[in-house]
């Protein structure tokens, strides 16, 4: 193997995700972190969805969210149950639900169905992670939301998609790559990935913050 050509393919990595650092659609980040403080006040639902590796970031994103505000900095003492916890619904983590929607509706339908299926409403929000922005079972879960009023962020790379313009709230993450296995459709796909994971860090971050100052510790 080529020691000095690996190296310098780690460098590519990180010098292309600096570029993509410097572009981040850091306002588009503060209106979602906005957008789940309000759901979580109202006693809201956050539901999530997306494809294949996408749904092993919405499984960490929800986790996050419904137990990382809520423990204590030295996981002595659990926090008061009075203060109220972010409510979610994982989409993707029920292998029986989506089978069963896969073979009696269909595969454009399994997200849109868990929302018709459990009564979400206004006051609720869907994240839908699609890398190219035009995955069709999450477009069909956008139109069910909208249908009933529940706010969406699309998370996604490239021109955004149809997404982009069917979403309350779209954020767009910038670049393109040169990278191994980042190339032609799944340009900048590994870079999209590590910002499915970080997007929602910051945001439980935020969430931390703020219950901390609303409810005290």
Not at 168 to 184: E, H
Request: include cysteine.
């Amino acid at each position: 193997m080529d020691e000095e050509h690996t190296k310098n393919l780690v460098k590519l990595y990180l010098k292309e995700k600096t570029e993509i650092l410097k572009e981040f659609p850091v306002d588009d980040v503060v209106k979602v972190a906005d957008v789940v403080w309000d759901t979580y006040n109202r006693g809201g639902t956050v539901y999530a969805c997306g494809n294949g590796g996408n749904a092993a970031y919405v499984s960490n994103m929800l986790t996050d969210f419904s137990m990382h505000p809520f423990v204590s900095d030295d996981k002595s003492k659990p926090i008061s149950s009075n203060v109220p916890r972010l409510k979610v619904y994982h989409m993707v983590n029920e292998g029986s639900t989506l089978t069963a929607l896969l073979n009696d509706i269909g595969p454009e339908y399994i997200f849109s169905h868990q929302l018709i299926n459990n009564s979400a409403q206004e006051g609720d929000i869907l994240f839908g992670f699609s890398g190219s922005g035009n995955s069709g079972n999450v477009l069909e879960a956008f139109k069910i939301a909208k249908e009933r009023g529940i706010e969406t962020v699309a998370i996604t790379r490239g021109n955004g998609g149809k997404s982009k313009d069917l979403a309350d709230y779209c954020i767009v993450i910038p670049g393109a790559s040169t990278f191994p296995g980042q190339v032609g459709g799944n340009d900048n796909n590994f870079h999209f990935e590590d910002a499915l994971s970080s997007i929602p860090h910051i945001i439980t971050g935020i969430l931390r913050e703020r219950i901390t100052k609303q409810y005290g510790r």
